[in-house]
């Protein structure tokens, strides 16, 4: 029998919004129309048929992306005990057939972002290795498979200490073409190579500090320039830690010269050990907010941005959900014009709802398989609602969750 999560209906007209998918950096926007309201109860989430998908090799992160251009979303999966990469063919309703390709790599997958790298129209994934500062570029054939490419790896940087843990595919100075960024947990800073936009990437000299032990960053425009920034975490969790807690009460914001050029900005937080961040707006105000999880403590913690790359903490933040929290993607699950975020906690995820002005309460919790940390959303089933996908690593599964319509 599948499971849901049931909360109160609400009551709002569902305008066109743009939400941040975190775990590929793209936007969706979702349908506008008016919401019934002849309920008592709405579900939002429930498991799609046939999910758990089992996936052996160790998932450990996935991606959602049309990779065989067939309009139909499909899957992409890294498995790190594998070291391979699998691409699993949606069939339009939320449910997965067999793998289109599996693509071998080097080292074990970390990081995964999608983009057209080399402007062919097709889909192509890159691949970042824990243990490396290279990043593998697969380039796609339009049908589901993948080969890589004779330009990569792109190594981000040179050091003696790579440990990437964190990569993003965006046209970083504004030239149309996608860019490399990751960031690296052990020497503490960002790196960039820009894209000619046919599959070749030039490394930027120079890398951006940031603070201590950094995870998977959060990208968008902030202070409205329509340059993409970059908000960078702090766990504080490598060797030197207890020397550098002080320094992890602090997001790094690196704002964009629209070139290749970063300036940092201190954002201080109430909670430390920042560790997955989003932007999006969350106040409806036209300007991006940031939402970061923390590392292994009960917390979220929510910034108001004033538009000019200025943030300040929300009243209530950080909100005590009763567990730590994973990766998050922000996204209006309950179509009620105001966004909302969904999280892992490595066995389930968390529904928080946002009451359209910075402050969030919990929904309900659904259980998934063990080891999910990593999280994805997009309207897989065309129905207009956002549907989520964890991969479970210690589970050789990923668990797909659709999203219910009003009176489904």
């Avoid at 999910?51 to 309009?71: E, T």
């Avoid at 449910?95 to 995964?112: D, I, R, W």
Wanted: proline share 6%; aromatic share 4%; with cysteine.
């Amino acid at each position: 029998m599948n499971s849901v999560i049931k909360i109160p209906a609400a009551i709002s007209r569902f305008g066109g919004l743009t939400l941040l998918l975190v775990a590929s950096s793209h936007f969706i926007s979702c349908p506008s129309g008016d919401i019934p309201s002849n309920t008592s109860e709405q579900a939002l989430f429930a498991d799609a048929q046939g999910s758990p998908v089992a996936v052996q090799g160790g998932p450990s992160n996935v991606l959602i992306g049309d990779m065989n251009n067939d309009r139909k979303l499909d899957l992409v999966v890294a498995l790190g005990q594998a070291k391979s990469i699998t691409v699993l063919e949606g069939k339009g309703n939320g449910q997965f057939g067999a793998a289109l390709s599996n693509t071998n790599v080097a080292q074990a997958p970390g990081e995964t972002a999608l983009g057209d790298l080399n402007g062919d129209g097709k889909l192509d994934v890159a691949v970042s290795s824990h243990d490396s500062y290279g990043v593998t570029l697969l380039i796609g054939d339009g049908k589901g498979g993948l080969t890589p490419a004779p330009s990569s790896p792109i190594m981000m940087k040179q050091g003696e200490h790579p440990h990437t843990h964190g990569l993003a595919v965006v046209d970083i100075n504004h030239d149309n073409k996608p860019d490399l960024i990751t960031c690296n947990s052990s020497d503490n800073d960002i790196s960039l190579a820009l894209g000619d936009g046919r599959g070749n990437f030039t490394r930027v000299a120079q890398s951006f500090p940031v603070g201590p032990s950094p995870y998977p960053f959060g990208v968008g425009d902030v202070n409205n320039d329509g340059w993409p920034d970059i908000v960078a975490t702090a766990t504080a969790t490598g060797p030197l830690r207890r020397q550098q807690l002080p320094q992890s009460r602090a997001l790094t914001l690196l704002l964009s010269d629209g070139k290749s050029g970063l300036t940092p900005r201190q954002l201080p937080l109430r909670t430390g050990e920042p560790w997955f961040a989003a932007v999006a707006d969350l106040n409806r105000d036209g300007k991006a907010d940031i939402v970061a999880t923390h590392h292994e403590i009960n917390a979220l913690t929510v910034m108001i941005g004033d538009g000019r790359g200025g943030f300040t903490e929300a009243n209530g933040s950080p909100f005590d959900f009763g567990v730590s929290l994973y990766q998050l993607v922000i996204a209006d699950v309950d179509r009620d014009a105001k966004m909302d975020v969904v999280a892992t906690t490595g066995n389930s995820i968390r529904v928080l709802l946002g009451d359209g002005r910075g402050a969030f309460k919990e929904a309900a919790s659904m259980p998934v398989g063990p080891g999910a940390w990593r999280i994805a959303a997009a309207d897989l089933n065309g129905d207009g609602a956002i549907d989520v996908v964890t991969s479970n690593s210690e589970s050789n599964s990923v668990s797909v969750l659709v999203g219910k319509t009003r009176g489904s």
